[in-house]
């Protein structure tokens, strides 16, 4: 343990130094010392209460703290009934949305952004209870959710502004695109980061005059209920903004039989039959799934930066990002050097529990979770791969903790190389020339993100067009391409269908029309001509309009 972890360690109220030098935060559910936040000053019956107000459910479910597997709150159960309740009300309250302005209805995303800032220390505390995740990386859904909020908030009434385009016959034809709201979204929302894929994916759904079902994990429903409940505050009719809560085979395709559009974000599995659904229904889909996303440092990358991003690429959340880093390929020339400051790195992680800031990692979600990261490693290392860093489960700080692990040595034959693992593991490979690199970043199903660490940004921008990604960060691990809000984020291959951000993020919850009003003469013949002097009429017409450059 160094000096500075020693001392953070001594001050922090009822934390205790593990035996490999992490930081052990206090536990949120253990009698506290004074002046520490515990589940029961967070999650208090008033305000359970105030959150499921509203929600359609006739049964009874309970969500748990990965902290410690403890329950947190009882919450309202939907049945197929309650879903069909919930989109019936949506529906009743979305064409009086729609009439909104444009206008208004951004100001309230606007309202939304700030009261979010706010009050990010009540959501960051359910975000850490619900996820397990370290406050910081809670932070990123904050800031996630925010920039969405201020962007679509200002950007909106330009993306969804009627357009005029050249008619078929410039100054007889006229035409409109106009941008009609979808209806109700059907929104199906994961566990990992519940309030940026939960309200950050329904922002723009709402500003473009849609009503949303959500239908979040049951495990993080406090999060999005929260998220509901203060975009309500800021100005949102409630019966826009509806949630159904329970298990996901039972809810999940009633979600997508009543919708008019369906988001969702999760399992490339699970995402095939979404799509299946939705597609015998005719209605559209944009589905965000898995990833296996490489990293690539290149010969003259700055080894210190490099192996800094590279933490963060492959460990915040835990790893539970679906475009976090799982394979990092470093040239050969200073592979040696490069991994040992990552795993330096790696093993000064601190570990923990509070609900504060300090811990450099948190837990992993669940049981399931750590079943398939320990599976992987075990697996690995019985077939000859070594690990550098970790590799062990951390029972001690909490039941689903697990060490940030660096496994070097491994093969195709083994399930780490290929599958995603979703958990804090990564695999380090070895290559002589940058036409590798690609080719192995490349030999995945996946195409989510990746990204490219070089001190020739000219160079890594050439690198980063050869990479079957639809994000590709230079010298940075994710953040820079998700944070761009202006610009589409989104999969390839089997990574999903669809973009968010951007103008796609938010005319994907659109209908295009087209209005084009014909004057003076129709698109037939007329003024006394018949059909060869029309069809003569039409052709040097054509030709004069691809003289005149027309498009």
């Known amino acids: 343990m160094t000096d500075s972890q020693a001392t953070e360690a001594a001050s922090t109220p009822g934390a205790t130094p593990d035996k490999t030098g992490a930081t052990v935060g206090t536990n949120p559910l253990a009698p506290a010392p004074a002046g520490v936040r515990t589940v029961a000053d967070?999650?208090?019956?008033?305000?359970?209460?105030?959150?499921?107000?509203?929600?359609a459910g006739s049964g009874r479910t309970a969500n748990h703290t990965p902290f410690t597997g403890e329950k947190l709150a009882d919450l309202p159960e939907s049945t197929s009934e309650d879903?069909?309740?919930?989109?019936?009300?949506a529906r009743a309250a979305q064409s009086v949305w729609a009439a909104t302005p444009v206008r208004q209805r951004a100001a309230v995303l606007l309202r939304y952004h700030d009261l979010l800032l706010a009050r990010q220390a009540e959501i960051l505390d359910l975000i850490q209870l619900e996820t397990g995740k370290a406050r910081m990386h809670?932070?990123?859904?904050?800031?996630a959710v925010a920039v969405v909020a201020r962007h679509y908030g200002r950007k909106a009434p330009a993306y969804l502004r009627p357009k005029r385009h050249t008619g078929a016959v410039p100054t007889l034809t006229k035409v409109t695109e106009l941008r009609h709201p979808r209806g109700v979204v059907g929104q199906i929302v994961p566990w990992n980061?519940?309030?940026?894929l939960s309200v950050g994916d329904a922002l723009p759904a709402f500003v473009a005059g849609n009503a949303v079902v959500m239908k979040p994990d049951t495990e993080t429903a406090l999060t999005a209920l929260w998220a509901r409940d203060l975009l309500i505050e800021a100005g949102l009719p409630a019966e826009v903004f509806q949630v159904v809560i329970g298990e996901g085979p039972v809810v999940g395709p009633e979600v997508v039989r009543h919708a008019d559009y369906v988001s969702f974000t999760g399992s490339t599995r699970t995402g095939r039959e979404v799509a299946q659904g939705a597609a015998a229904r005719l209605v559209g889909v944009s589905l965000e799934l898995g990833g296996k996303n490489a990293m690539v440092v290149l010969e003259d990358a700055d080894i210190d930066k490099a192996a800094a991003g590279a933490v963060r690429g492959c460990f915040s959340t835990a790893g539970q990002l679906c475009i976090s880093i799982e394979r990092l390929y470093v040239h050969e020339?200073?592979?040696?050097?490069?991994?040992?400051?990552?795993a330096q790195r790696t093993r000064a992680?601190?570990?923990g529990s509070?609900?504060?800031?300090?811990?450099?990692?948190?837990?992993?979600?669940?049981?399931?979770?750590?079943?398939t990261v320990q599976r992987h490693v075990d697996e690995a290392v019985e077939k000859g791969a070594k690990v550098v860093a970790g590799g062990v489960a951390r029972?001690?700080?909490g039941p689903y903790f697990y060490e940030p692990t660096i496994l070097d040595g491994v093969e195709d034959a083994m399930a780490v190389c290929h599958e995603e693992t979703f958990g804090p593991v990564v695999s380090i490979y070895r290559f002589k020339d940058e036409d590798e690199a690609v080719e192995r970043a490349n030999s995945t199903a996946y195409g989510l993100n990746s990204s490219v660490w070089t001190k020739d940004g000219r160079r890594g921008r050439a690198i980063a067009a050869r990479l079957h990604t639809g994000t590709v960060n230079v010298n940075e691990a994710y953040a820079a391409a998700y944070g761009s809000v202006q610009s589409p984020m989104g999969g390839m291959k089997d990574s999903g269908i669809g973009r968010r951000h951007g103008s796609e993020g938010i005319l994907k919850y659109t209908e295009a029309q087209t209005v084009a009003h014909q004057r003076i003469m129709p698109m037939a013949p007329a003024f006394g001509m018949d059909d060869e002097k029309y069809a003569a009429f039409m052709s040097r017409s054509l030709r004069v309009m691809k003289a005149l450059r027309l498009r």
């Open 354 to 371: 509070a609900l504060a800031y300090g811990a450099d990692m948190g837990s992993l979600a669940g049981e399931r979770q750590l079943e």
């Open 138 to 143: 809670a932070h990123e859904e904050v800031q």
């Open 193 to 196: 980061y519940p309030l940026e």
């Open 349 to 351: 992680m601190r570990l």
């Open 395 to 397: 029972p001690d700080i």
């Open 42 to 55: 967070v999650v208090t019956p008033e305000l359970v209460v105030q959150l499921t107000r509203g929600v």
């Open 333 to 342: 020339s200073i592979a040696d050097a490069f991994l040992e400051r990552f």
């Open 83 to 89: 879903v069909a309740t919930a989109f019936e009300r």
